[in-house]
């Protein structure tokens, strides 16, 4: 089967650092992707790893393990901008579909 | 680079009748697309893999013969919702595969369908 964790919710203050968790079970292992996503909109895209290790863009990091079917995105700096949902995503074998968690609905706070 | 657009935004019908969405990437070609159905605060559901000149692949539980998918070319994918209910009130969003971004082959999201079925 698939499955892939993330909390529902997290809160944090503006200009602090917050971490976002993601555990994964899936059927073959592609990479693991990283969307944010405002209310009412489409995703965006954010970060893909399929090694293990972190990825550094800016203000946003993804982290990696492939052993302990682990992931994190790292924000830092936050902004009121950054409220959203976060979903972490998995493709499996084939290249093809990717397999969303339910999502991290973040509020950023002055 | 990699804009994907999606037709209507928001559309409302009465329940019975059919609802055409249409999904297109702009700059880019896709072999493949795919369409997801959100609900309120609920995570993306995949509800079927569309590739050009070919029958879509249905995920489990999904009626084909009431979400009808043609991906006539590189460019353009449509799915229609048939004989919709209010239980078909969802978001609709698709994303389309850039090929040509090897390293990634991220998928790219459209702006998504608000269907409301009265």
């Known amino acids: 089967g698939q499955n892939i964790d993330q909390p529902t919710e997290m809160t944090a203050t503006e200009g602090a650092i917050v971490q976002i968790n993601c555990t994964y079970q899936?059927?073959?292992?592609?990479?693991l992707f990283w969307y944010q996503q405002h209310a009412g909109e489409a995703p965006t895209f954010l970060s893909y790893n399929v090694l293990d290790g972190l990825e550094e863009k800016g203000r946003f990091s993804s982290f990696l393990s492939r052993s302990k079917g682990y992931s994190y995105l790292l924000l830092k700096e936050l902004q009121m901008k950054d409220s959203a949902s976060y979903l972490c995503?998995?493709?499996?074998?084939?290249?093809?579909?990717?397999?969303f968690g339910t999502g991290t609905r973040l509020l950023v706070s002055p | 680079g990699a804009v994907v657009s999606q037709h209507p935004s928001r559309v409302i019908c009465k329940s019975g009748t059919s609802v055409k969405i249409e999904c297109r990437s702009l700059d880019f070609q896709a072999t493949t697309m795919f369409w997801y159905r959100q609900f309120p605060k609920q995570s993306l559901m995949l509800m079927a893999t569309?590739?050009?000149?070919?029958?879509?692949?249905?995920e489990q539980g999904v009626e084909k013969d009431k979400f009808l998918i043609n991906h006539a070319s590189l460019t353009l994918s449509t799915l229609t919702v048939t004989s919709a209910h209010p239980e078909d009130s969802s978001f609709y969003i698709c994303?389309?595969?850039?090929?040509?971004?090897?390293?990634?082959?991220?998928?790219?999201f459209g702006p998504g369908t608000r269907l409301t079925v009265l």
């Open positions: 994303s389309a595969r850039d090929l040509n971004r090897a390293l990634t082959d991220t998928q790219y």
């Open positions: 899936t059927s073959g292992f592609n990479g």
């Open positions: 569309s590739n050009e000149g070919s029958k879509a692949t249905y």
């Open positions: 995503a998995v493709r499996g074998t084939g290249f093809q579909k990717l397999v």
